[in-house]
């Protein structure tokens, strides 16, 4: 069964950096576009950031909340693992995070959004609070 895995949530305090991961251990993510996704509480889904197969190409999602500079994706696919940095942590950005996927690199999907990945992890709750 195709899943993702996330790890690295916590309880931090504002300021503070986290580093999340993506992983999968049934099957490689060599050929796979990764998007992380959040949602805080009472929220819908928001996309965040996306990376297709190679790393190559980066993608920041469309929305207001995203400030890019804060939100760091990279991929090392000799750990078959991609990584979600985030920087400065603010309470808002409490929320479960997940990774999702598609097996289609290195094409990846125009838009970044939760819409455009069928495989999905189980999340990993990050909450930021002093």
């Known amino acids: 069964q195709l899943q993702l895995v996330e790890s690295g949530g916590g309880l931090v305090r504002p300021g503070e950096s986290l580093r999340l991961s993506c992983s999968a251990s049934?099957?490689?993510?060599?050929?796979?576009?990764i998007g992380w996704i959040r949602q805080a509480p009472g929220k819908e889904l928001e996309g965040l950031v996306c990376i297709n197969s190679t790393g190559g190409h980066i993608k920041y999602a469309d929305s207001d909340v995203t400030e890019k500079g804060r939100f760091t994706v990279f991929r090392d696919n000799t750990k078959n693992t991609v990584y979600l940095q985030i920087d400065s942590l603010k309470p808002e950005d409490t929320a479960v995070y997940y990774c999702?996927?598609?097996?289609?690199?290195?094409?990846?999907?125009?838009?970044?959004?939760?819409?455009?990945?069928?495989?999905w992890g189980q999340g990993t709750q990050v909450t930021v609070s002093a």
């Open positions: 049934a099957f490689s993510l060599e050929y796979w576009n």
């Open positions: 999702a996927g598609d097996g289609g690199g290195p094409f990846m999907m125009p838009f970044c959004s939760p819409l455009e990945y069928p495989i």
